[in-house]
């Protein structure tokens, strides 16, 4: 029911006004309905990807010195 009456009113103004009013749509279209580029898509992560390459010190839970005084 709107598509006829944003015709009729488009075929209404000055052909400077109606490309005007295509720019518009293009720009709704890129902003809220066009698809996001392949590359702007987050790719998932895999698991295991890091292993090998991180270790942690086998005294990683023990206390530390420098807070022994409040312990």
Do not use: S
């Not at 295509?22 to 987050?42: N, S, T, W």
């Not at 698991?47 to 086998?58: F, H, P």
């Amino acid at each position: 029911m709107v598509q006829p009456t944003i015709l009729e009113k488009l075929e209404k103004l000055p052909e400077p006004l109606q490309t005007e009013v295509l720019h518009y749509i293009e720009f709704l279209l890129e902003k809220y309905v066009e698809e996001p580029p392949p590359e702007a898509v987050p790719k998932k992560r895999k698991a295991g990807l890091l292993k090998g390459k991180i270790w942690m010190a086998d005294d990683f839970d023990a206390p530390l010195e420098d807070l022994k005084d409040y312990m």
